[in-house]
């Protein structure tokens, strides 16, 4: 079966620098590749996602980049500020699968 | 968000008790899952329903039962089985697919051991 492997765990960067956060995963099959972000109690939600037939995908201070001879995956936030401090998630399926394979989860924290 | 909901948001178990926590959803989605989350941890799926009268075992589901005799409601029931059932539970609900990807979350219940 699909499994999803994130990293770092953890991430620390100063307030306007970058953060990458990077997931692999292991079945060639999957074609749509969530990332959700989670504040500190609260739920999951949905930022971005990819799918197989696109390799790259931006939404304001985010993107997506999608590896699919490599089977690896990247969250990129620029400009970090305050607010993008929480847990980011990565997550993939295959067409046709019941059931997303998370990753681990990365806490991300933006130093003032 | 609004479209799915989770009560209680705190919730309180003694030992050898069985509890239901509740997932009620509007937004006509076919699929709802059920994860356990432990501090500083990521998402463990604990059962999934594709349709109504139906669901399936996910990775933890030992000690969990659940039902889906609505579409709207996936309830879960933590049973005395579940030895550590301390724990942060978020519902979740998508159209089933090749959107299933695109899953709502609901804001959770805390279950608390006394």
């Known amino acids: 079966g699909e499994n999803v492997e994130q990293h770092p765990s953890t991430l620390s960067v100063q307030e306007g620098d970058s953060a990458v956060i990077k997931c692999t995963y292991s079945d060639s099959a999957s074609n749509y590749f969530p990332w959700y972000k989670q504040e500190l109690g609260k739920r999951p939600q949905l930022i971005i996602d990819?799918?197989?037939?696109?390799g790259e995908k931006k939404d304001q201070r985010i993107a997506v980049t999608l590896n699919k001879t490599a089977k690896h995956f990247s969250l990129h936030i620029t400009e970090t500020q305050p607010e993008d401090s929480a847990v980011y998630f990565c997550a993939g399926v295959r067409q046709g699968a019941q059931k997303l394979v998370f990753g681990q989860g990365t806490r991300l924290t933006i130093n003032p | 968000d609004g479209g799915i909901t989770q009560s209680p948001k705190y919730l309180f178990r003694k030992e050898g008790q069985n509890v239901t926590l509740s997932c009620e959803q509007n937004l006509n989605h076919d699929a709802m899952y059920w994860y356990r989350q432990d501090p500083g941890q990521g998402l463990r799926l604990i059962y999934y329903?594709?349709?109504?009268?139906?669901?399936q075992k996910g990775d933890i589901a030992e000690g969990y039962s659940v039902s889906r005799e609505k579409k709207e409601s996936f309830p879960l029931t933590v049973t005395s089985a579940q030895k550590n059932p301390t724990a942060f539970y978020l519902c979740?609900?998508?159209?089933?697919?090749?959107?299933?990807?695109?899953?709502?979350f609901g804001p959770g219940t805390r279950l608390l051991v006394l």
């Open positions: 990819i799918r197989s037939n696109v």
């Open positions: 979740a609900s998508s159209i089933t697919g090749a959107s299933i990807g695109t899953q709502y």
């Open positions: 329903s594709q349709i109504v009268n139906d669901f």
